[in-house]
């Protein structure tokens, strides 16, 4: 497996559910990212982690939970999700956070729909 | 800083050349990148600005051009291929532990 992973590839939930995205990255980077990417709306970073310290939260709501056990991997937990959650949720990762010229290297993501 | 795709579509004939416009907004130095998103599949970047040469050439036959007096960095390809449909989103980044921020993308597709 090589580059960025991200499981599952489709998932429906109720607003009552808890489940949990998967990201794990093959590339040696030491930054891993979360991203929400909704119609006709600009990507919209929701966390970054870097040395599996979270380094940003961008105001995202606490019903979206992270987890960076490790530089390879990072999890999404779900849980009471609303209906305007649905979104294609993509996981990136680079060498660093911070470096400006950095490329990030992006998952297929995870298309959410919040029923 | 912002991003400006002043396309959200953009159809064009195979074989024929195309221009992507973006434009962007900071008051301090910035870096620029352009990614494409295929179908059902995540980004992929195509090239980036580093404050080098400002014509910068990228993968697939792209390439853009940094106008720093016109804040501008498009993304041009002569002659377009049926597998160069694809969503394609202009970002930009200023130096320093900053995020990288994207445009609202502009989907290209070329017609047969």
């Known amino acids: 497996e090589t580059g960025v992973t991200q499981t599952p590839r489709h998932l429906v939930m109720g607003m009552t559910n808890k489940k949990s995205l998967k990201c794990e990255q093959h590339l040696g980077h030491n930054a891993m990212y979360w991203y929400k990417q909704s119609a006709k709306k600009p990507l919209e970073l929701m966390f970054v982690?870097?040395?599996?310290?979270?380094?940003e939260n961008n105001s995202v709501p606490s019903r979206f939970s992270p987890e960076c056990p490790n530089s390879s991997h990072l999890f999404l937990h779900l849980h009471t999700l609303q209906p305007e959650d649905s979104a294609l949720y993509l996981c990136?990762?680079?060498?660093?956070?911070?470096?400006?010229?950095?490329?990030?290297?992006f998952g297929p993501g995870t298309r959410l729909t919040v029923l | 800083q912002s991003v400006t795709q002043l396309d959200s579509q953009v159809p064009v004939f195979e074989d024929a050349p195309v221009e992507l416009r973006c434009n962007y907004s900071?008051?301090?130095?910035?870096?620029l990148f352009w990614y494409v998103q295929y179908p059902n599949q995540g980004l992929q970047l195509l090239l980036k600005?580093?404050?080098?040469?400002?014509l910068v050439k990228g993968i697939n036959g792209f390439e853009a051009e940094f106008n720093k007096s016109q804040t501008s960095f498009h993304l041009r390809k002569p002659s377009v291929h049926i597998s160069d449909t694809a969503e394609y989103f202009c970002?930009?980044?200023?130096?320093?532990?900053?995020?990288?921020?994207f445009g609202k993308g502009t989907r290209l597709s070329v017609i047969a």
């Open positions: 970002a930009v980044k200023s130096p320093g532990n900053t995020p990288l921020v």
């Open positions: 900071s008051s301090v130095s910035v870096y």
């Open positions: 600005y580093t404050s080098a040469a400002t």
């Open positions: 990136a990762s680079s060498p660093l956070a911070g470096p400006s010229t950095d490329t990030q290297y």
């Open positions: 982690y870097n040395f599996k310290e979270q380094t």
